[in-house]
């Protein structure tokens, strides 16, 4: 019986690089070769013409199939076997293909190509076995399995116009189709980067063409799909598959290929679930349980990929893929890979537990759940995952508990989690990670407890340990591994991975658990008096419900005990929680002293230096808190087993070394450590705010209108936020819109007193004392508490001549702040204008005695013994200082003592034009210049305001009038001249 023949049917463009190779592997397997050529312009027809003489043109119309078909409808042989230009068929399969041809039963036979890259971190990339010299210059290939060997039959022909199909036609006629383990070798993914994307280029316009003809083609769109997936283009790549899926509900590839982009982004979870939402559509599928099992490998769950590799191959026996890769995993499970268990206890768990098993169940091989009694759904949702559920009588201790749920881990490792515990697929992927040490070994967790309102606590946890004979939990309450971890030698080793714990959100179920907690560990305590590590969770716990006297009391007796190595974390944070306790107290001595206890048992702990810095920072000790501050820099705050709101320290060292070198006068320090905090508080609002406030003092108005906004636009709250926003605007000069916006906040927020504060502020510095009290006695109705508001009543009282009530607010402002000198400036001018003048020197050694910014002894020593000249020389001092209502304060004094009412006048003109508040200063020059119509030094004053304004006429004509009187006047020449 003769041989059957074999025809090789090729469509070419430009493939001189490539023909050659294609065409020398084929020789003596296939008996005629048929080239149809799209449109070539290089040598590619000439190489051709050395191998066969059946070549064949056609012009090229954004469609493979027309030019596919005409290939084999030249075809006079048996079978028809397909290959493209950059691919190759070794020699050594040239007799196995020659033997499948000789089949009676099979019509077409798929074959598995070889994708040959380095890119191993592809989805169903295989590691090379280097089985075929054709492969040696790649690390793997990435597999995909297609129909290239068929009976040249009629009414055979390809469909699609890119990734053109025989398929379909095939299985429409009924045709049966078998398998092949022999690979075509494709080097298509190694072409030059021009070629490369001249080809993707191509098939992408055809199919946005296919689409564009027909948006509600299925098939179109995943095509579509495919070749933006290929140039990386992830995101439209996805778009298309969610179409084609929306097209048609039930079409499972394209839930394959989201899957596998999702695994391309890192996001294992998600591509677990698309992979098993193919499969349920279409359960025969052998590659998505292949890919699946991929998944599972990328996250080191290898008895999970194990078992969807062999269902693969229960699915299709021929896929060869899935049972190298059955192979390759069976050969990492012998050499050590290692499993893990989930162990928890639970009770009334059902709104968390949900949530995080959901997540997590594929990450591991094992969850054991120990259940304490629950009435909801707890036991049901755990069996739903896939756990094990164990009962337990509960007994008040959870350490037994625990120890209940280890003792029926059959894995190697074990982790433990709470059901309010959460773990993303970041810190999954490392836990899966550091399971593969050895054995003698275990490891701490970073626990970050997050409660509304408040910053994140974190602090190190022991979590994850080998499952060994004799590890066990100790105590009945903040139960403990590591003391058996200890007696067993185990290593201890820190790492980053990140167990958010999410119980403090509810405050009820909070206090709830605060208070079975103390009921635990004070019965505990009255069996072992002098344990110190439950001295200290009880006072935490009373800590945590206000109870300070006795968390107080706790803290004091744990520091009169040895608590030993194991217990100096717990020693040295009960001094520091005792220090800040008792400076909330103002026991500042008391505190400094535990802060410097902390730090002769431990010289380098941080967080002592930085309480230290704090204390001092609150005492006005600027340069004891910088050093105090720089040392906790240095030594850097070190997260512990104790808790701590570490981030929000970090933020603080920087933020107080900024106020600390403010207030020293070091403005280069002052920027750089606020420019850090600025980037610490990024990820956190609440810090941003404080920062906010800070550049606000400091006048780095700009800075401070970023931040503000970042935080408008993040919607965080957003009452208080919009009101620094106005104030802002008010110091950048912008007043009429200052005063929209808290106008504005009036409305929505009627009872914010601190807008109509600044109303208050705003129509004061307007020239409008009377609006100013209306704002600003609304704002004291609503705080009448609030030392500015009181204040700045006082001294509006005081402009309208309102003595008594001037008096009446200045007195409760004393009552609130007794060394603010503004007040005592207002009492002096109060009774300068009533005549009081015995009042006054008392007044004014008052003034000079608690303002530590002036030499008192300089002002005392001043060359006039009369005390309005004292007075007026303090004004020019606090002129000099920039401090304006200082100066103008002694001036008015000033004025009213020598009944000069000019001599104030000009003082506040010309603190009106500093100010650019050049409508202000024309008003008052025009209500004292009728009284002085020759003074040259007021009408200059009001040219300049003319000028500033720009009406040039107004201008001309106040420097004309004093070149009349005086024409030698140099500074209204020149003033003249310039306009």
């Not at 004292?870 to 920039?882: N, R």
Request: net charge neutral; charged share 30%; with cysteine.
């Amino acid at each position: 019986m003769s041989e059957s023949t074999i025809a090789l049917c090729m469509i070419v463009k430009n493939e001189e690089k490539n023909i050659e190779n294609c065409l020398k592997s084929v020789q003596g397997l296939v008996n005629e070769i048929i080239i149809v050529d799209t449109g070539s312009t290089d040598k590619t027809v000439e190489i051709c013409r050395c191998y066969t003489d059946k070549i064949f043109f056609t012009e090229w119309k954004n469609d493979f199939s027309g030019p596919r078909n005409l290939s084999i409808s030249k075809a006079a042989s048996d079978w028809i076997f397909l290959l493209d230009a950059d691919e190759v068929i070794s020699l050594r399969d040239h007799e196995k293909i020659k033997t499948l041809t000789a089949s009676k039963v099979a019509y077409a036979y798929q074959l598995t190509t070889r994708n040959y890259t380095d890119l191993f971190g592809m989805v169903n990339w295989q590691k090379n076995d280097f089985s075929y010299p054709e492969g040696n210059n790649y690390k793997g290939w990435v597999g995909s399995t297609k129909i290239r060997l068929f009976r040249n039959h009629m009414g055979l022909f390809f469909e699609g116009e890119v990734h053109e199909m025989i398929e379909p036609r095939l299985r429409k006629m009924g045709l049966p189709i078998d398998s092949t383990d022999v690979p075509i070798h494709h080097y298509g993914r190694s072409l030059t980067q021009d070629r490369n994307i001249e080809k993707k280029q191509l098939y992408l316009e055809i199919g946005l063409e296919k689409v564009k003809k027909n948006s509600k083609d299925v098939q179109a769109n995943f095509e579509i799909g495919l070749e933006y997936r290929e140039i990386k283009n992830f995101d439209e790549a996805e778009k298309y598959f969610r179409k084609a899926i929306e097209i048609e509900p039930r079409f499972y590839l394209a839930y394959n290929e989201l899957a596998i982009i999702a695994g391309l982004k890192g996001k294992i979870l998600e591509a677990i679930t698309l992979f098993n939402k193919g499969i349920s559509l279409y359960p025969g599928c052998a590659d998505l349980y292949n890919n699946l099992a991929v998944t599972y490998e990328l996250i080191n769950n290898l008895l999970f990929a194990e078992k969807c590799y062999k269902k693969a191959l229960d699915v299709s026996g021929s896929c060869i893929v899935a049972q190298k890769n059955l192979e390759n995993i069976r050969e990492k499970i012998k050499i050590g890979k290692s499993s893990v268990s989930v162990c928890m206890i639970v009770k009334n768990e059902e709104k968390n537990l949900e949530e995080l098993l959901s997540f997590i169940h594929p990450f591991f091989e094992e969850i054991i759940i120990v259940d304490t009694g629950s009435k909801d759904n707890s036991v049901k949702i755990a069996q739903k995952y896939g756990a094990k559920v164990y009962k337990y009588k509960w007994n008040n201790d959870f350490a037994g508990a625990r120890n209940e749920s280890i003792k029926n881990a059959a894995s190697d490792w074990i982790i433990w989690l709470d059901a309010d515990d959460r773990l993303d697929e970041n810190n999954l992927k490392k836990i899966r990670r550091v399971v593969h040490a050895p054995k003698d070994r275990a490891f701490f967790c970073v626990l970050s407890n997050t409660k509304k309102g408040e910053a994140e606590t974190t602090c190190q946890q022991l979590r994850i340990f080998p499952n060994l004979s004799g590890v066990k939990f100790e105590r009945p309450i903040h139960e403990q591994v590591i003391f058996s971890l200890k007696k067993l030698n185990l290593n201890l080793f820190y790492t980053d991975i990140v167990v958010q714990h999410t119980g403090y959100e509810d405050e009820a179920a909070f206090k709830k658990k605060l208070k079975r907690n103390m009921e635990i560990i004070e019965n505990e305590l009255i069996k072992n008096p002098e344990d110190y590590h439950l001295k200290f969770q009880l006072a935490s716990t009373c800590t945590a419900l206000m109870d300070l006297s006795r968390a107080e009391k706790y803290l004091k007796e744990i520091i009169k005990l040895d608590c030993g190595f194991v217990g100096k974390d717990i020693y040295l944070f009960s001094l520091i929680s005792l220090g800040r306790m008792v400076k909330a107290d103002s026991r500042f001595d008391e505190a400094s002293g535990y802060y410097k206890k902390a730090v002769e048992i431990d010289p380098a702990y941080g967080i002592a230096y930085f309480c230290m810095g704090e204390l001092n920072l609150e005492r006005e000790s600027y340069e004891e808190a910088a050093g105090n501050l720089e040392q906790a820099k240095f030594y850097t705050i070190k997260m512990s087993n104790v808790p701590l709101k570490k981030d929000r320290l970090d933020f603080l060292l920087y933020y107080y070394l900024g106020k600390v070198y403010q207030k020293l006068n070091n403005n280069d320090k002052t920027k750089e450590n606020l420019d850090i905090a600025f980037e610490l508080g990024q990820k956190k609002p609440e810090y941003l705010y404080d920062i906010g406030l800070m550049y606000i003092k400091e006048k780095h108005f700009n800075k401070a209108e970023e931040i503000f906004l970042s935080l408008k636009k993040n919607n965080y709250n957003l009452k208080d936020t919009f009101f620094q926003l106005a104030v802002i605007k008010f110091y950048q000069g912008n007043i009429k819109e200052a005063q929209k916006m808290l106008e504005d906040i009036i409305k929505d927020n009627p009872l914010m007193p601190e807008a109509y504060q600044n109303l208050g502020v705003i129509e004061e510095n307007s020239g409008n004392p009377n609006k100013a009290i209306q704002y600003y006695e609304q704002a004291y109705k609503l705080n009448p508490m609030n030392f500015e508001t009181i204040a700045n009543l006082g001294h509006s009282y005081l402009e309208t001549g309102k003595y008594d009530l001037a008096y009446e607010y200045f007195q409760k402002a004393i009552g609130l702040n007794p060394g603010e000198i503004d007040i005592y400036l207002g009492l002096a001018l109060i009774a300068a204008s009533e005549k009081a003048y015995d009042k006054l020197p008392d007044l004014f050694d008052k003034i000079i005695s608690i303002d530590k910014n002036i030499n008192k002894l300089q002002i005392l020593n001043f060359k006039s013994e009369f005390l309005d000249d004292k007075i007026e020389y303090l004004g020019d001092i606090y002129q000099h200082m920039h401090n304006s209502r200082k100066s103008l304060l002694c001036y008015h004094i000033v004025s009213t003592l020598r009944n000069d009412e000019k001599f104030y006048k000009e003082k506040l003109i010309d603190f009106y034009i500093s100010k650019d508040r050049v409508n202000s200063a024309i008003q008052e020059i025009e209500k004292v210049l009728p009284y002085y119509p020759d003074d040259n030094r007021l009408l200059l004053r009001l040219g300049k305001c003319y000028s500033y304004l720009k009406i040039p006429q107004a201008a001309r004509l106040c420097y004309e009038q004093i070149l009349k009187s005086n024409p030698s006047d140099n500074e209204a020449l020149s003033m003249i001249n310039a306009l």
